[in-house]
């Protein structure tokens, strides 16, 4: 793991997102992932459109729903970190976090702890990015 004094200035708040991504996956995995979210202890919320909905268990039926409306997954990491999985394609998992969310080491140290958790969950690496740049890889976890 990188060390926080190594690492903080790449988030610098400067309008963008970071990106958070699950390469070369399929729904099998995305169903992995969206049962270990429910049974983790994070806190979470799913919209369809702007109404909260209760969070389905399988990808195929929130691909059915975005024919309507788009859909979003919050994930609180602690009650200042936000991520917000958007559901974009099938072949991977893409989240975002605000890097205003992660500015002390402490947020950090949370931040790749979910990267881990994520990494074990869907037995893929992680790579935490610049928003919109998967090949400007910031972090990485296996």
Partial sequence: MKQWS????EFETDGSL????VEDINS??????????????????FSH???????PC???AIKSM????????????TDDIQL????????EIELDVSPHDIQTE??????VSFLEWLATVTKNEVKLTHEGMQEQVILSVC
């Avoid at 190594?6 to 200035?9: E, N, S």
């Avoid at 099998?28 to 919320?45: D, H, L, Q, T």
């Fill in 84 to 91: 917000n999985c958007h559901f974009f394609v099938e072949t």
């Fill in 28 to 45: 099998a995995v995305w169903n992995k992932f969206i049962g270990e979210v429910k049974r983790s202890g994070y806190k979470f919320e």
């Fill in 106 to 111: 402490s947020a950090y140290i949370q931040l």
């Fill in 6 to 9: 190594d690492i903080k200035h």
């Fill in 66 to 77: 975005q024919q309507t409306d788009p859909t979003t997954l919050y994930i609180w990491v």
């Fill in 58 to 60: 399988y990808l195929n």
């Fill in 49 to 55: 459109g702007d109404v909260e909905k209760e969070f």
């Fill in 18 to 21: 970071r990106d958070i991504y």
